[in-house]
Structure formats: structure tokens, C-alpha cells
């Protein structure tokens, strides 16, 4: 069985930082491209960042390009997101997921549960 779990959400301040984790059990981690999507209320789930397989290419939306930081540690089973420079309108649920093969904004195939990021003084 295939699991996701993001850990390292909450609340900050605009202006702050957090940094997201996502173990994955289950699937053969370095063989899936894996990414960070989020969905505010009210709207639908948006791609936020996603890296390849071996770490050395990453991909991001333009909302969160020279603030967020994708990276990976294939020993550990774990992606990161490395938020820097939050404004309010980041604030939303976190997803992590997997997808087998080449990386992409779409196509993913296991998904994690999501984790709150609030971002408000």
C-alpha cells in the first residue's frame, strides 16, 4: 500500500518561511517523479513544484518560482519544499504526490493527505 505523509505545516507570518516533508512508503521511491500541488478554499488544486527522479531537474509555477525550493533525498524516502518569502495568498492545503515516469504538472498517481500552511499575521 502506497503512502504519502507531508509533515512541517502551520502557521506563519507573511514574509516568514516553513520547509515541508513528505516520507513515501510503498512504491520504489527513486523511480517516481515527484511533486508539491496545493488548493486554497474555494479553488480548484494548482501544481506547485515537482523534481525528477534524480533530483537534478526541478519545475515550478510561476507564482512560486525564486521562493519555493523543491529538492529530494532518495535514501530517505522524502521530498522537501522549502518555502521562503510566504504571502497570504500561499495559504492553502499542501499536497505531495507520485508519479512514475518523467516530470510533469499533471499525471500523478498517488497522493498524499495534504497538510494546512497558513499564511497571516
Known amino acids: 500500500q502506497v503512502q504519502l505523509m507531508e509533515s512541517g505545516g502551520g502557521l506563519v507570518q507573511p514574509g516568514g518561511s516553513l520547509s515541508l516533508s513528505c516520507t513515501a512508503s510503498?512504491?520504489?521511491?527513486?523511480?517516481?517523479?515527484m511533486g508539491w500541488f496545493r488548493q486554497a478554499p474555494g479553488k480548484e488544486r494548482e501544481f506547485v513544484a515537482a523534481i525528477t527522479i534524480g533530483g537534478t531537474n526541478t519545475y515550478y509555477a510561476d507564482s512560486v518560482k525564486g521562493r519555493f525550493t523543491i529538492s529530494r533525498d532518495n535514501a530517505k524516502n522524502t521530498v522537501y519544499l522549502q518555502m521562503n518569502s510566504l504571502k497570504p495568498e500561499d495559504t492553502a492545503v499542501y499536497f505531495c504526490?507520485?508519479?512514475?515516469?518523467?516530470?510533469?504538472?499533471?499525471?500523478?498517481?498517488?497522493w498524499g493527505q495534504g497538510i494546512q500552511v497558513t499564511v497571516s499575521s
Open positions: 510503498g512504491l520504489t521511491f527513486m523511480m517516481h517523479t
Open positions: 504526490a507520485a508519479r512514475l515516469g518523467r516530470l510533469s504538472t499533471s499525471g500523478y498517481d498517488y
